[in-house]
T-cell receptor, first 111, second 114 residues
Framework: GQQVMQIPQYQHVQEGEDFTTYCNSS?????IQWYKQRPGGHPVFLIQ?????EVKKQKRLTFQFGEAKKNSSLHITATQTTDVGTYFC???????????FGKGTHLIIQP | EAGVTQSPTHLIKTRGQQATLRCSPI?????VYWYQQALGLGLQFLLW???????NRGNFPPRFSGRQFPNYSSELNVNALELEDSALYLC?????????????FGDGTRLSIL
């Protein structure tokens, strides 16, 4: 079945440093979604990418979808303490009915 | 607009017992998804219901089952509870099946097996 892998599992950064998490799928995806889960909270939808090579920005967050639609990345510029949490990617394969979530990247920020 | 609501917030059971978890989707959402989030294992997909029918099932044993009611609310039932079933169970809802809509999550039910 479809597998979605995320790296790294944990990332420690100093406040103000940049952060990137990568998502790779074993199959071509029709779209990819990104979610953020704050400690003690539930996942919250951030964005969806659909087109090959698509790049979207939300303030300090930049999301990319690979040309082959099998990988994606989330980059945060100049991290802040409010960015702490776990970032999940979730992909839907061309023939699949549901989303497959990656295991997430835990972002830990040291002030 | 009310979000996805789940009950109970916490549930404590012993091995072999049965647990029932409930979820009310956002008004107008017809799809309900169930996930298990055990420590360090991310979100494991359990079940997907839409329009009252089971649409997809994750790689879990048959003792995990559920249903969706005519008002689109849903129940997750776990029979013959085992220690490894201890986890946060998250419910999510979305607007349209197959339309790649975002999933909106509830706060979850924390199930603890003693």
């Amino acid at each position: 079945g479809q597998q979605v892998m995320q790296i790294p599992q944990y990332q420690h950064v100093q406040e103000g440093e940049d952060f990137t998490t990568y998502c790779n799928s074993s199959t071509t995806l029709s779209n990819i979604q990104w979610y953020k889960q704050r400690p003690g909270g539930h996942p919250v939808f951030l964005i969806q990418l659909v087109k090959s090579g698509e790049v979207k920005k939300q303030k300090r967050l930049t999301f990319q979808f690979g040309e082959a639609k099998k990988n994606s990345s989330l980059h945060i510029t100049a991290t802040q303490t409010t960015d702490v949490g776990t970032y999940f990617c979730a992909g839907r394969g061309g023939g699949a009915d549901g989303l497959t979530f990656g295991k997430g990247t835990h972002l830990i920020i040291q002030p | 607009e009310a979000g996805v609501t789940q009950s109970p917030t916490h549930l404590i059971k012993t091995r072999g017992q049965q647990a029932t978890l409930r979820c009310s989707p956002i008004s107008g959402h017809t799809s309900v998804y169930w996930y298990q989030q055990a420590l360090g294992l991310g979100l494991q997909f359990l079940l997907w219901y839409d329009e009252g029918e089971e649409r997809n099932r994750g790689n879990f044993p048959p003792r995990f089952s559920g249903r969706q009611f005519p008002n689109y609310s849903s129940e997750l039932n776990v029979n013959a509870l085992e220690l490894e079933d201890s986890a946060l169970y998250l419910c999510a809802s979305s607007f349209l099946r197959g339309k790649d809509q975002p999933q909106h999550f509830g706060d979850g039910t924390r199930l603890s097996i003693l």
